[in-house]
T-cell receptor
Framework: AQKITQTQPGMFVQEKEAVTLDCTYD???????LFWYKQPSSGEMIFLIY??????QNATEGRYSLNFQKARKSANLVISASQLGDSAMYFC?????????????FGAGTRLFVKA | DVKVTQSSRYLVKRTGEKVFLECVQD?????MFWYRQDPGLGLRLIYF???????EKGDIPEGYSVSREKKERFSLILESASTNQTSMYLC????????????FGSGTQLSVL
């Protein structure tokens, strides 16, 4: 069955340091996409980064990069040079392909605290 | 500007009432989703739809039903609300491109008393 696991309920990081948020997944669909979203205290969901199951290179978007290890079924988010504004909830999500009806599920989330 | 609109930001209902949560998107998206968000549990998928009149159960469909009579509208129905359905409900939509992000509504905080 499709599943997303985020094992870190909360993380602390010092401002300007890098932090890695863990995400593991499970699916039987060979075609899938992995996403990270940020949810600040305002409640809006902000898309950060995407990685496709067939992508050979790790995705990067500015200070965000996705460490994709397909054999281990992990898709960790790396935030470099943390900023105070990065304090938020972070959700990993997986989307199945056509055969799965594009079903999209989320993990339980990790709350990141950035310290000044 | 693309939009997913949820009809209510806050709702208070009584146990046993029938509750309708409405979601409308203006992006001609095929896929629409209903999630509930609870602290420590993240977003859990209730139902999703990949076409008009098509619906699929998510991970926690019990106590809920959905309706999609028109492409732009996806309704979540609580047939007989219970206190354990008190939650934040998020609607989302997307195209059928696997790399397409979800577009979210602003959420409905439902309290069942």
């Amino acid at each position: 069955a499709q599943k997303i696991t985020q094992t870190q309920p909360g993380m602390f990081v010092q401002e300007k340091e890098a932090v890695t948020l863990d995400c593991t997944y499970d699916t039987s669909d060979p075609s899938y996409g992995l996403f990270w979203y940020k949810q600040p205290s305002s409640g809006e969901m902000i898309f950060l980064i995407y990685q496709g199951s067939y992508d050979q290179q790790n995705a990067t978007e500015g200070r965000y990069s996705l460490n994709f290890q397909k054999a281990r079924k992990s898709a960790n988010l790396v935030i470099s040079a943390s900023q105070l504004g990065d304090s938020a909830m972070y959700f990993c999500a997986m989307r199945e392909g056509y055969t799965g009806g594009f079903k999209t599920i989320f993990g339980a989330g990790t709350r990141l605290f950035v310290k000044a | 500007d693309v939009k997913v609109t949820q009809s209510s930001r806050y709702l208070v209902k009584r146990t046993g009432e029938k509750v309708f949560l409405e979601c409308v998107q203006d992006m001609d998206h095929e896929n629409m989703f209903w999630y509930r968000q609870d602290p420590g549990l993240g977003l859990r998928l209730i139902y999703f739809s990949y076409d008009v009149k098509m619906k699929e159960k998510g991970d926690i469909p019990e106590g809920y039903s959905v309706s999609r009579e028109k492409k732009e509208r996806f309704s979540l129905i609580l047939e007989s609300a219970s206190t354990n359905q008190t939650s934040m409900y998020l609607c989302a939509s997307s195209s059928t491109e696997i790399n397409e992000k979800l577009f979210f509504g602003s959420g409905t905080q439902l309290s069942v008393l």
